[in-house]
C-alpha cells in the first residue's frame, strides 16, 4: 500500500499482553502479569481527587463552547470514537515531550472561566500526567486543550483531547458534528487530524460506518488540513512491519485511504496518498489487587515516532 511511511517507525516495543485482556475506561487492561516498575506517587492525596471532568460543563455538546485563544500555532486534534486511546496517547506523548525538556501547557482559556472542573484539571494536569494509575487519567481527562512549547517557550502545537462521542459514536450514525468541532474545522489554524484506529476494532459494519465517516472529515479540511493516521495498540496487532501495518489497515478499513489520493500529476508518482501512518502504543496496563490500573509506559520509540510525523506535517 503506497501510503507514505516513515521506515524509522518502530514495530516493536514493550507493550501489554493480548490475551485475556478486558477493556476499562476505555484502554485494554490485561488479566495477569505485572510490570508495576514505576515508582509510585509520594504524594498521599491527588490534587485531583475532587476534580470531575464534567463539572459545570455542559453534557449537550451541541451547547458547547470554546475559546481558540492563539490563531497561529497549528491544532492537532486526536480524532476517533469513544474508548479508542486518545487520552493516554496525550498522556504518553506528553510524558515524552516533558522527559525531553519540552513544556506542556493547558490552555486555560479554552472552557469557560466558570467551569471549576476544567479549571482544576488544568491546575492539576502535571500530577495526571505523572500518575502511575491509568484509570483515574482516562476518566478526569476528557475535553481539553493542551500547548506544546520549547524549553524556551516557543509555541510549536496545541494538542485537543474531546470526547470521541462528538466526532463518531457508532450508534448514532450521520449526526453533524457538534458547532464548536465546526468552529475549530473553519479556524485560521493549521491542523492535523491524528485519526485514530487500532486492530480488530469492533465489527465489519461499524468499521465501515468509520470510514464514512473519515470520508466526511476529509471533506472539511481545506487547505490548511492533513491527516495522520495513528494506528493504536499495536501489540494486539499482526503486522510487525510498516509495510504489512499499512496493508493491514487497508484490509480492515477497506477504503480508508482513499478520500486522500494524490491526483497531483506530478508529485503522485512518488507520493500516492495526501496523508501519513503512524504505529502506536502507549503501554501496558495490569490490575491492582484494589481494582486500580497501573500504566506501564511504552518504549520511547513510539511517542518520538509519533512526534516526529506530527513536526514533519505541521512544518509540511
Not at 472561566?113 to 502535571?126: H, I, T, V
Request: aromatic content about 8%; glycine content about 6%.
Amino acid at each position: 500500500m503506497p501510503v507514505e511511511i516513515n521506515s524509522s517507525t518502530p514495530s516493536n516495543a514493550q507493550s501489554s499482553s493480548p490475551n485475556g485482556d478486558r477493556l476499562e475506561n476505555g484502554q485494554r487492561i490485561p488479566a495477569t502479569g505485572g510490570v508495576d516498575n514505576l515508582a509510585p506517587s509520594t504524594s498521599t492525596h491527588s490534587p485531583m481527587e475532587n476534580t470531575s471532568s464534567s463539572s459545570n460543563s455542559s453534557t449537550d455538546p451541541n451547547a458547547i463552547t470554546v475559546t481558540i485563544a492563539d490563531h497561529d500555532t497549528p491544532i492537532v486534534i486526536l480524532y476517533g470514537p469513544p474508548a479508542c486511546g486518545k487520552t493516554m496517547t496525550l498522556v504518553r506523548l506528553a510524558r515524552y515531550l516533558k522527559d525531553k525538556g519540552y513544556q506542556i501547557v493547558p490552555d486555560k482559556s479554552f472552557r469557560d472561566s466558570q467551569d471549576g472542573g476544567y479549571k482544576n484539571l488544568c491546575d492539576g494536569f502535571d500530577y495526571i500526567i505523572s500518575s502511575n494509575d491509568a484509570a483515574k487519567s482516562t476518566s478526569i481527562i476528557s475535553f481539553m486543550l493542551v500547548k506544546v512549547l520549547t524549553a524556551n517557550g516557543h509555541p510549536l502545537c496545541q494538542i485537543l483531547e474531546a470526547p470521541g462521542e462528538h466526532y463518531f459514536a457508532p450508534g448514532n450514525i450521520g449526526v453533524p458534528y457538534p458547532p464548536y468541532v465546526q468552529r475549530i474545522m473553519r479556524s485560521n489554524n493549521r491542523k492535523v487530524w491524528a485519526v485514530m484506529l487500532e486492530p480488530n476494532w469492533e465489527n465489519d459494519e461499524i468499521r465501515r460506518n468509520y470510514v464514512d465517516n473519515i470520508k466526511k472529515l476529509s471533506k472539511s479540511l481545506g487547505s490548511k488540513g492533513k491527516v495522520l493516521f495513528v494506528y493504536n495498540k499495536v501489540d494486539l496487532a499482526n503486522a510487525e512491519t510498516t509495510s504489512d501495518t499499512i496493508k493491514e489497515v487497508a484490509d480492515l478499513f477497506p477504503g480508508i485511504f482513499e478520500p486522500f489520493k494524490n491526483l497531483n500529476p506530478i508529485t503522485r508518482f512518488w507520493k500516492t496518498y495526501n496523508c501519513d501512518l503512524v504505529r502506536f502504543c502507549t503501554g501496558g496496563y495490569n490490575q491492582k489487587v484494589d481494582g486500580g490500573t497501573t500504566y506501564t509506559p511504552s518504549d520511547d520509540a513510539y511517542p518520538e515516532a509519533l512526534w516526529k510525523k506530527l513536526m514533519k506535517m505541521i512544518r509540511g
